[in-house]
């Protein structure tokens, strides 16, 4: 079974710019999440979809938006780009919500200039 | 929110040796999940063992073991016979079914492994 993959696997952009990730989960997982890691902040969770609704989010700006279609894929979105953003963006997959693993994707690094 | 504490920035190991990592959380659930995630350097984030805070036995894969003290909310993770491929940072990670089922990162223990 082929596993989470993520797309583009690197991202330069400028400040002011938008950006949108994209996420393939494992076939046949329904829960996808997002997570953004820094060398100052860790790893911090973004948000979670499931049967393409939003269950949770994490304390990001509004800047920072997501979905997930039918098929379970998902997408985030970043806004007027700013130098913080700078990361590597990690996305996860699971059969369903509550306490099941979730399998992590390669993650796609983005740089702001 | 959860806290995930891993008070040892950095470790190191002798091939062939055992090494123990630690990782404390704070949580008033009585049901949840704990997990440790190793990050090599090609940043790719694998499950290395998932415990269930219901279950007392603690968890087993291969050379990867756990210590599991519910009550000290004590969760770390014992190596044996380290391989060189076993160099990684990792990360220990509680997920709950109340607190959003997202996981909660400690901050990595980067462990080296010396031939």
Redesign the interface.
């Given at each position: 079974k082929a596993g989470v993959t993520q797309t583009p696997r690197y991202l330069i952009k400028t400040r002011g710019q938008q950006v949108t990730l994209s996420c393939s989960p494992i076939s046949g997982h329904r829960?996808v999440?997002w997570?953004q890691q820094t060398p100052g902040q860790?790893?911090q969770?973004l948000f979670?979809y499931f049967s393409e609704t939003q269950?949770?989010k994490?304390n990001f700006p509004g800047r920072f938006s997501g979905r997930q279609f039918s098929n379970s894929r998902s997408e985030m979105n970043v806004s007027t780009l700013e130098l913080g953003d700078s990361a590597?963006y990690?996305c996860?997959s699971g059969p369903a919500?509550?306490?099941d693993?979730?399998?992590?994707?390669?993650?796609t690094?983005l740089t702001v200039l | 929110a959860q806290t995930v504490t891993q008070s040892q920035p950095e470790m190191s190991v002798q091939e062939a040796e055992t090494v123990t990592l630690s990782c404390t959380y704070d949580t008033s659930e009585s049901d949840y999940y704990l997990f440790w995630y190793k990050q090599p350097p090609s940043r790719q984030m694998i499950l290395v063992i998932r415990q269930e805070a219901y279950k007392q036995q603690n968890a087993t894969e291969n050379r990867f073991s756990v210590n599991f003290q519910k009550a000290a909310k004590s969760f770390s993770l014992k190596i044996s016979d380290s391989q060189l491929g076993d160099a990684a940072m990792y990360f220990c990670a509680y997920r709950g079914p109340n607190t959003g089922n997202q996981f909660y990162f400690g901050t990595g223990t980067s462990l080296t492994v010396i031939p």
């Open positions: 829960s999440s997570y860790g790893l969770f979670e269950r949770n994490g590597l990690l996860a919500l509550s306490g693993t979730q399998y992590f994707g390669p993650g690094r | -």
